[in-house]
């Protein structure tokens, strides 16, 4: 039983649809994957840059006067209590 050239090519096409869908696929996973790690990367740079700052006002200021870090005696004998 011979397949007719058109009905090969239907059977081609239809193979080559099948390929670039899953190409596509694959390609929207990895621009997520992308896109989450820019997220992720913004995410530490934030982090970085705030600790980055309080080392800095740590270094100008040890004991955190200025600016009322450390909370008064209760709360920390309250902190020291819970954590037990």
Same mark, same amino acid.
């Given at each position: 039983?011979? =397949?007719?050239?058109?009905?090969?090519? @239907?059977?081609?096409? #239809?193979?080559?649809?099948?390929?670039?869908? @899953?190409?596509? +696929? =694959?390609?929207?996973?990895? $621009? *997520? $994957?992308? !896109?989450? !790690? $820019? *997220?992720?990367? *913004?995410?530490? &740079?934030?982090? =970085? %840059?705030?600790? +980055?700052?309080?080392? @800095?006002?740590? &270094?100008? %200021? /040890?004991?955190? &006067? &200025?600016? #009322?870090?450390? /909370? %008064? *005696?209760?709360?920390?004998?309250?902190?020291? =209590?819970?954590?037990?």
């Amino acid at each position: 039983m011979a =397949i007719s050239f058109k009905e090969r090519a @239907q059977r081609l096409r #239809g193979v080559e649809l099948e390929y670039a869908n @899953q190409r596509l +696929i =694959i390609a929207n996973k990895m $621009v *997520q $994957v992308l !896109a989450e !790690a $820019v *997220q992720t990367y *913004q995410e530490l &740079k934030e982090t =970085i %840059d705030a600790h +980055i700052k309080l080392l @800095q006002e740590y &270094k100008a %200021d /040890p004991e955190f &006067k &200025k600016k #009322g870090f450390l /909370p %008064d *005696q209760k709360s920390l004998y309250r902190l020291m =209590i819970f954590s037990a």
